[in-house]
């Protein structure tokens, strides 16, 4: 059975796609059958995390949503080139990162209900058994759609002011849209901070359990968005976070 996961946040800078790419990863490692969606069109970037090369790109999300290409050919097979023989399969459907390509998204939009039917048509034409949105941060029509149709979301939030009034808004969001699983995710937590301390206080401002809680990270900001975490550092502790994570995705 398949499941249709996003990751979103209310806000940039939170790490949202840093944690796609990770969760994408221990799942593909552990055999599932992956797709990655970056559905943030505006600001693509989850491809910078996997190595992908933009310039070998030759369809992106953004050719599919104008009616040139088929949903799979989209689709880039990353099994084999992350250092790592992955046991499952890893694929990344990226956005243009073309400037007027980008342009014409804000300029004339694209239909919403094609990247509905391209989530279906890839899960089912890919075998997939799990397929994971990277949202664009905050509310508009395309992440509305992928909060709607997905089986669990994983909402993003730093320990910060305006990151909590934020996800207050998704969350609320969220359970209007009926979403069947709701986990949030605390991140780039400063070492000062007790963590149990701040996963008692954001499940009790929420009333949303908290899935895991990622303390700030040296080596993370040493890998400066170029590489994924878990499979540079295997046996550090933020990797087993990432690894719960993902299992709590999958199983609620």
């Given at each position: 059975m398949h499941k249709i996961i996003s990751v979103h946040s209310f806000r940039g800078g939170t790490g949202k796609s840093n944690t796609t790419a990770n969760v994408a990863t221990a799942l593909a490692a552990q055999g599932h059958k992956v797709g990655v969606v970056d559905t943030d069109i505006q600001s693509p970037g989850i491809h910078v995390l996997f190595g992908f090369d933009a310039a070998t790109m030759e369809h992106s999300l953004n050719d599919y949503l104008w009616g040139k290409c088929e949903i799979t050919e989209t689709a880039y097979d990353l099994s084999h080139s992350l250092g790592v023989d992955l046991t499952g399969k890893l694929y990344l459907i990226p956005s243009s990162i073309k400037a007027g390509e980008i342009a014409r998204v804000v300029r004339e939009g694209y239909d919403v209900g094609?990247?509905?039917?391209?989530?279906?048509?890839?899960?089912?034409?890919l075998g997939l058994d799990v397929l994971l949105i990277d949202t664009h941060p905050g509310l508009n029509e395309e992440t509305l759609l992928s909060i709607a149709v997905s089986d669990a979301l994983a909402v993003i939030l730093r320990p910060d002011q305006q990151d909590y009034q934020g996800t207050s808004v998704t969350v609320e969001v969220a359970r209007k849209l009926d979403v069947p699983h709701m986990v949030l995710v605390v991140n780039k937590v400063p070492a000062v901070f007790d963590e149990e301390e701040v996963r008692e206080h954001v499940e009790q401002t929420y009333d949303c359990p908290v899935a895991a809680v990622i303390p700030h990270s040296e080596e993370m900001m040493t890998l400066a968005s170029e590489d994924i975490f878990v499979?540079?550092?295997?046996?550090?502790?933020?990797?087993?976070?990432?690894?719960?994570?993902?299992?709590?995705l999958v199983e609620v």
């Open positions: 094609l990247l509905n039917d391209g989530f279906h048509d890839l899960i089912e034409l499979l540079r550092y295997p046996k550090h502790p933020i990797t087993a976070k990432f690894k719960h994570l993902a299992d709590v």
